[in-house]
């Protein structure tokens, strides 16, 4: 299906339309199995979805105690880090809907490294999740850096060409290095992707990525091409408008 991209003009309304987006997924998916997946990511860029998601209509209208939760990628810090994907998410969200624990499958920071937890991680959603031609997880939520990364997929990385692995240790160029991230396999076999970018720093890798017709293959986030449907949902900061 071709890639969706959707504009807006403040990003209060990028907030709400991306909300109401991650309601209607999760409320079909529910509707078409009785359950959802959804697998989210780390960066600021979701917390302005998080706290929309957290308040009224949303937290009335989201069916919570349907959905099992996952993450794209995690930082090697444990939970209660200030850089944790997982703690971000616990607290922005999923802290504050209601939620159980065996819904929640974090990247598990507590094994003995980034490679071991890859290991374990794969197996837990090779249990969960099922790969078929109508896709796999319901939502991925991705954001990206200003260099164009997505979830821990970094230009220039070896990963990029990962076929076999769901989940692999990885290695970010700056900031908390150790990583585990699914790969792009997994990542583009979901059934939708909400790709949130806002902001007037990613414009130029925006119109590079979707208005170039040059998509730079060296850039993780232009690899983004799901079984269903893939959105970019953009501010018009980021779309440069
Ligand atoms: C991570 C992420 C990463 C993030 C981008 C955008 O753990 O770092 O999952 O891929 O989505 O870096 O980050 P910002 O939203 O903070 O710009």
Redesign the pocket.
Known sequence: MPTIVKIFPTLNMWAEAAAAEFCNIVEAAVEASGTASVA????????KVYKKLSQSPWIQTVPWDKINWF?????WVPAEHE?S?FGLAWKQLLSQVPVSPNQIFPIPTEAAGPEQAAVEYEKVLRKHISVTEKGSFDLVL?????DG?????FPGSLLLAERQRWVSPAT?PT??KQ?V?LTLPLLNSAKNQLV????AE?KDLIKQLLYSGENNPTLPAGRLKCTGQTFWLLDAAAAGV
């Open positions: 989210l990511s780390g960066g600021q860029t979701p917390v993450w794209v990628d995690e930082r850089e994907n991705l954001g990206m850096g200003t990364h997505t979830a821990s997929l970010a900031g908390i990583r991230t949130l970018v806002n902001g990613k």
